[in-house]
């Protein structure tokens, strides 16, 4: 899971041309919510729920424990948060890189459930990433998932049709808004993550060297960056004498709106 600035707040970058993730409001992202639902769909669904254990993973800046929080108060067993501020600045490549290490650490894992992308980075790389570093089969972007016993079938929409994919555990899943909405922490819920164990990794303590990650071995760079302009007064379109239609007609055409 990502913790990811609020799209409604104010959102800037900092002077190494890195988003800024400390000083501004942040959440889980809404794209890993469906797949933290469909962790715990998944377990609900087992044969024997009590023997599936779901953890929530995110890697970020001291912030990011709310996304884990949040995950936890969902319904999710355990968490992780990978914290070392080596990481800032990494990109897809080292962050897939902590990730599978994490996701080793951690051992046993049978499914590792990603979002299809981050509301923030928008890359949509890094589960494929992840699974070629795991050397784990990937089924992405599902809309639909089945399982029964170690089985996986998701169903995949694109434009001109729908691909039924299966595969056999472990491995590597990333679904799509579509796959479910996700449920809201019950006060219940709430209380309960207080109690669930929330365990920190540094990078040493995954066996990752500062100098794999970071900004300055990133294979992309933000070289340039603009403040968006202040929103300017709209246009009124009066209707006095019948011709408003026309007028409003004639803005959009002129925005390619129509």
């Known amino acids: 899971m990502k913790y990811v600035p609020d799209a409604t707040g104010d959102r800037h ?32 669904k087992a044969a024997t729920p009590d023997d599936v254990e779901v953890i929530a993973l995110t890697v970020g800046p001291e912030q990011a424990v709310d996304a884990v929080r949040k995950a936890l108060q969902m319904g999710a067993d355990k968490g992780v948060h990978v914290l070392d501020d080596a990481i800032a600045g990494s990109d897809a490549i080292a962050t897939s890189l902590v990730i599978a290490k994490a996701v080793e650490k951690i051992g046993s894992t049978d499914l590792v459930v990603c979002g299809m992308s981050s509301t923030d980075g928008s890359m949509s790389v890094v589960p494929a990433m992840l699974a070629e570093r795991l050397e784990l089969p990937q089924v992405t972007l599902a809309s639909v998932i089945e399982t029964q016993g170690d089985q996986v079938r998701i169903k995949r929409d694109s434009d001109s049709a729908t691909d039924v994919i299966g595969a056999t555990m472990p491995l590597v899943l990333s679904v799509t808004d579509q796959s479910g909405e996700a449920r809201y922490p019950s006060f219940k819920g709430i209380m309960a993550a207080k109690k669930k164990p929330l365990e920190t990794f540094s990078l040493g303590d995954l066996g990752v060297e500062a100098d794999q990650v970071g900004l300055s071995v990133a294979w992309t760079e933000v070289q340039e960056t603009t403040e968006r ?30």
Do not use: C, N, W
């Open 229 to 258: 302009p202040p929103r300017t007064q709209g246009e009124i379109v009066t209707d006095e004498d019948g011709s408003g239609a026309k007028a409003l007609t004639d803005f959009l055409a002129s925005k390619k709106f129509i």
């Open 13 to 44: 970058f900092e002077g190494d041309k890195t988003v800024d993730r400390v000083g501004v409001d942040g959440l889980l992202s809404e794209l890993d919510e469906y797949a933290v639902e469909q962790a715990l769909q998944i377990k609900e």
